[in-house]
């Protein structure tokens, strides 16, 4: 091996500025899967590859040895299975509204470039899971449901079961929303503002009605349903900005990936100040200063994390 070049393993933590390598995440057919680590290839210094290969002198530090050109499965999933997360995630971010209906199955058929079979089976999957019923009529297809309410026992005991994976969907919600705010300080349109501004009043109001004492359940419900439909407009119209398909999907998956948390720290009595928090991201935006409007989102998203946390705490989840 000539020196300089070091193909089979990396020593992480004895080059400058230590790193942490992650499972990668493979994207096929629009959805992400996790895998083995990113298969490369790393020019270093002679030094680092006569210190890196004494693996059984770095074990014993617990330093980290990674192989770099393992390969590992791919998984390609059916058709409907596909369909029926793109549905999913729509329907999670509240951008279908309970009682909408959803485009036919020839309309969705043809936007998707699946066959109706496939559509079909998709649905039945979401119907199961309760968030769509079927009901047959000249307007459209199946109708959207209001969420399922759940015990707050079972909510807190999913949540600290995979609070690791909540953790780390909202590492990267930081990584890729701090990037989407600081190009969309630096690529915005006029009707781009306008519609981020638009979302501010609705999901103000909306917050109000979430907070007030006295009201029904049903009308905490509707509330909730159109705090997170505002906030996902938002959010996912301020990734649509840079113009960049993976930017956007990246972000739409991670959203729906943390729609319990999400979901319940919107119905919590004990919220942040996301209207606020989103007025000075957009202020920022509009400004066109981009590390402004990245740290706003960071700071915003931290507030999320802070708030997830409460949730744990005794009191800190809405009632049932």
Not at 193 to 210: C, D, K, N, Q, V
Not at 282 to 292: C, Q, W, Y
Not at 297 to 303: D, T, Y
């Amino acid at each position: 091996m000539r020196a300089g070049r070091w193909t089979t393993s990396v020593l992480i933590g004895r080059m400058r500025g230590r790193a942490q390598v992650s499972q990668s995440k493979v994207v096929a057919s629009q959805r992400y899967y996790f895998g083995p680590a990113a298969q490369c290839v790393m020019d270093l210094p002679a030094t680092t590859i006569s210190e890196a290969e004494d693996s059984s002198e770095a074990a014993t530090r617990g330093d980290l040895v990674l192989d770099l050109l393992r390969l590992g499965p791919l998984s390609t999933p059916p058709a409907w299975q596909v369909v029926a997360e793109s549905l999913r995630r729509k329907i999670l971010a509240g951008l279908y509204r309970p009682g909408d209906l959803l485009p036919s199955e020839r309309q969705l058929s043809d936007e998707l470039g699946v066959s109706r079979i496939t559509v079909r089976e998709a649905i039945r999957v979401l119907q199961g899971e309760r968030l769509l019923e079927i009901r047959r009529s000249n307007a459209g297809g199946a109708q959207v449901l209001a969420p399922r309410g759940r015990p707050i026992a079972e909510i807190r005991e999913e949540m600290r079961r995979d609070l690791d994976r909540f953790e780390s969907i909202l590492d990267c919600r930081i990584a890729n929303e701090a990037l989407a705010a600081r190009l969309a300080a630096r690529r915005h349109g006029p009707d781009q503002i306008r519609s981020l501004e638009r979302t501010l009043p609705a999901m103000a109001e909306a917050s109000r009605g979430l907070s007030a004492e006295g009201r029904s359940e049903e009308a905490r419900t509707a509330a909730a349903v159109e705090f997170r439909r505002q906030d996902s407009v938002f959010h996912l119209t301020l990734a649509a900005i840079p113009g960049n398909e993976y930017l956007f999907q990246i972000v739409e998956w991670l959203r729906a990936e943390f729609f319990t948390p999400l979901d319940t720290i919107t119905r919590s009595r004990n919220q942040q100040d996301s209207a606020g928090e989103h007025r000075r991201i957009l202020e920022a935006v509009r400004l066109g200063d981009e590390a402004l409007a990245a740290e706003a989102m960071v700071q915003h998203l931290e507030a999320t994390r802070r708030s997830m946390q409460r949730l744990l705490e005794d009191g800190g989840l809405p009632p049932a």
